[in-house]
C-alpha cells in the first residue's frame, strides 16, 4: 500500500484518488510532527517568540498548502522555510515539502535548501526569551530530520526511476514479442499461400492436360473416356486434399512422399534414436485419417517433439493419439517445462504460431501452456466420417 502511495502507476484510472488519499495523510503526519514539536519545545512556554496559538495557525496554514506540493514543490518550499524560524509547528509542512522537492529537483539546489532549514533552527533558538534546550540540540534535531526527508525523497525519485524503466522495458519486450508472433504468422501464411500455389499450379496443369485431350479428341470410346474422367476426378480430388498440405519442395523436381500419421511412429522413434526419452500412445484406427490430416497432425507431433528437446527442462516426452472418423483427432504433447526467467528467449513461440496456423487452417483449435510443472499442448482436428 505504501509503495502504491509513493510510486504512483501511470494513467492508473485512479491516479486521482490516489493523489488525494497521499495528500490526506502527508498532511496529517505533517501537523501531527509540528503539534508534537510545540508541545515539547520553547512553544508554550513564556517568552516564546510567538504566542502559541499563532504557531498552531502558521502550522496548519502550512499543511493547507501542501496541496500545491505536486504543481509548485519549489515555490512551496522556498514560501515555508522563513516560518520556520518563528514557528516550530511549521516545521511539520517544511519536512513535506523537503521531501516533494527531493523527488523532484536536484541535489545540489536540494543542499542549499536543507541547510536553509538547519539555519533557521539556530534563529529560532535566538528568537526564544528563556529556551529550554541549547543551540545544538535545535541544529542537531533540524539537521537530522532534514537529512532523513531528503534521503527518503531522494530514494523515492531513484525507485521511480527505476520502476519507470523497467515499465518502458517490459513495455518494449512485449511489443518486440508481439511483433516477432506477427512476423511468424505473416511468414507461415506467405509459405503457406506460396507452396499452395505450387500444389494448385500443378494439379490443375494436369486437370487442363486431360480436359484439353477431350476437347481436341472429341469422340473417345467409353472405355478412354471413363479414364480421363477419372484422372479428372482424381486430380481436382488430390488439388483439394493438398490445398492445406505443407511441401517445401523446390520447383522443378518431383515430389517426394509426404509423410502422415502412419509415419508418427517411425518419427517417436528417430526421436528416441537421438536421445529422448518418448512415450507413444497411439488410439487411432488402422486405416487412419485422411492424407491432409494425417499430415498435419504428423507436423503437429514434430514441432511438439521439437519444441520439447528445445526448451523442456528434461529430455523427456509424451504423445498421446486419439480419434476416430466422426469424432476428431485429438493430439496431446507434454513435457517437463521449468521457466527460468520472465523474459521469453528471442525466437522462442514462432513453432507454436506455425502450429496455430495449420490447425487453424485445418478447422480445429490448439491450446498451450505450462501447467505445474508440464507443458501440454493439445490440438483438436476435426475428422468427417
Not at 523474459?343 to 505445474?372: F, K, M, N
Request: net charge neutral; aromatic share 4%.
Amino acid at each position: 500500500m505504501l509503495l502504491l502511495l509513493l510510486v504512483p502507476e501511470p494513467g492508473s484510472p485512479r491516479a486521482v484518488l490516489r493523489d488525494r488519499l497521499a495528500d490526506a495523510i502527508a498532511i496529517v503526519l505533517a501537523l501531527l510532527y509540528g503539534v508534537t514539536m510545540m508541545l515539547i519545545g520553547d512553544a508554550t512556554r513564556p517568552g516564546a517568540a510567538i504566542p502559541w496559538p499563532a504557531d498552531l495557525a502558521l502550522g496548519v496554514a502550512g499543511a493547507a498548502a501542501l496541496l500545491v506540493r505536486r504543481r509548485h514543490p519549489l515555490a512551496l518550499l522556498v514560501a515555508l522555510l522563513p516560518f520556520g524560524a518563528v514557528s516550530v509547528t511549521v516545521t511539520g509542512p517544511i519536512l513535506v515539502a523537503l521531501f516533494t522537492a527531493a523527488i523532484r529537483l536536484r541535489f545540489p539546489l536540494l543542499l542549499l535548501l536543507g541547510a536553509g532549514n538547519v539555519v533557521t533552527g539556530g534563529i529560532y533558538y535566538l528568537l526564544q526569551d528563556r529556551p529550554v534546550y541549547d543551540v545544538w540540540v535545535d541544529f542537531v534535531v533540524r539537521g537530522v530530520i532534514t537529512t532523513a526527508a531528503l534521503g527518503w525523497g531522494s530514494f523515492v525519485r531513484a525507485y521511480r526511476q527505476l520502476t519507470t524503466s523497467l515499465r518502458e522495458h517490459a513495455a518494449r519486450l512485449e511489443a518486440e514479442q508481439h511483433l516477432r508472433e506477427e512476423q511468424a504468422r505473416l511468414a507461415e501464411r506467405a509459405r503457406i499461400a506460396r507452396e499452395t500455389h505450387d500444389v494448385l499450379a500443378h494439379r490443375m496443369s494436369l486437370i487442363s492436360l486431360h480436359a484439353g485431350a477431350l476437347e481436341v479428341r472429341g469422340s473417345l470410346p467409353p472405355e478412354e473416356l471413363s479414364l480421363a474422367a477419372g484422372a479428372i476426378r482424381t486430380s481436382a480430388h488430390e488439388a483439394l486434399e493438398e490445398l492445406r498440405s505443407v511441401l517445401g519442395v523446390p520447383r522443378g523436381r518431383p515430389e517426394p512422399p509426404q509423410p502422415g500419421l502412419a509415419d508418427v511412429g517411425d518419427l517417436v522413434a528417430s526421436v528416441r534414436a537421438a536421445g529422448m526419452t518418448v512415450g507413444f500412445d497411439s488410439a487411432v484406427p488402422v486405416d487412419g485419417p485422411p492424407v491432409v490430416l494425417g499430415r498435419t497432425a504428423y507436423r503437429i507431433v514434430q514441432e511438439g517433439l521439437t519444441n520439447a528437446r528445445k526448451h523442456g527442462s528434461d529430455a523427456a516426452a509424451t504423445v498421446c493419439l486419439q480419434g476416430a472418423a466422426g469424432q476428431g483427432l485429438h493430439i496431446t504433447i507434454s513435457n517437463p517445462f521449468r521457466r527460468t526467467g520472465d523474459v521469453v528467449p528471442s525466437g522462442s513461440g514462432r513453432g507454436l504460431v506455425g502450429i496455430g496456423e495449420r490447425v487453424s487452417l485445418a478447422g480445429g483449435s490448439v491450446r498451450y501452456g505450462p501447467v505445474d510443472g508440464v507443458f501440454r499442448l493439445e490440438a483438436e482436428l476435426p475428422w468427417p466420417a
